[in-house]
């Protein structure tokens, strides 16, 4: 994993990871994006409107019953190509060091991205949405509806985030 | 898993799961809540303003770094006590059979939960939030900054709840 592409930083701290998971994980899809490395993937959804398709397997196709009538997905994924054993981060974009629960830096030690998508169409497995920015081909884990009574809070502050842009 | 508490109900389709996962999980830390049966759980989130801790293992508590200057955090466990085979499910208070991913229900292929918590405070490896619904001793999977940029959308509709409430 420590390769070029996917290696450790200056000021970035690993540990040593447990020796057995806990629970285990299956892929119910693949998420088909026009990203293909890294590099090339928006630095955030915000940042692309790009349509992307989400490929649900055969077997969960009827776990989409009643998803065609929500405007937004909350999506779950498995960034696969991440390292696990990073508790403190130097993001490349931001060059400070920082904890890798206060970034949303696809290496953390459960991989699991979330991401709001919106809702285009569904065509029998297939779900066209706009909000993705990961690799092309990452495993999904997960579709939700989102609510926003319970999943929208507009005013919600990222403090460092905030700092750094002043 | 078929018991009474967690059992299969009329109109509800379960499949036969993979006989292997493609993925691991670390439970990287528990939620103490108060409720320590599924029947006094809230039924979502926003029906409760207790004060709920999240308790980080030791081995990730440099990874909070900065946490506390994040108003909210997404929030991801897993439902240990779920099946997952479902596919169709016809929750008690709806009464009405849906497919598994127009749900928030914990019964999914993989039983992760996302939910906004306000943050309260930190003391070392404890973070005080509100916002959660789950049982007491729920596994931790991963703690992300809630961006209101990307994650809040107070449009969004699931336009069968909003049509069942009409």
Redesign the interface.
């Known amino acids: 994993m420590a390769d070029d592409e996917f290696g450790i930083r200056a000021g970035e ?1 690993a ?4 020796e057995k ?8 899809g693949r998420i088909q994006t026009p990203w293909t490395r890294r590099e090339e993937c928006p630095k ?3 940042e692309s409107d790009a349509v992307c398709t989400i490929e ?1 397997a055969e ?14 997905l ?1 999506v ?1 994924y ?1 960034m ?1 190509k991440s390292r ?1 054993d990073l ?2 981060q130097v993001p490349r974009h931001y060059g400070e ?8 830096s696809p290496a ?3 991989p ?1 991205a ?3 998508v919106t809702l285009r169409q569904i065509s029998g497995n297939r779900l066209s949405v706009v ?1 993705l920015d990961c690799l092309d081909g990452t ?1 999904l ?21 905030k ?1 750094q842009r002043c």
């Open positions: 701290v540990i040593p990871l447990p998971f806990d629970a285990g994980v299956y892929f119910i955030n959804a915000r649900v077997p969960y196709v009827a776990a989409l019953n009643g998803v065609e009538s929500c405007t937004h909350l779950l498995w696969d696990r508790v403190l060091q920082r904890g890798t629960f206060a970034l949303r953390r030690p459960n699991i979330a991401s709001v909000g495993p884990v997960d579709i939700k509806p989102y609510f926003a009574s319970t999943d929208s809070v507009p005013n919600a502050v990222v403090g460092w985030h700092a």
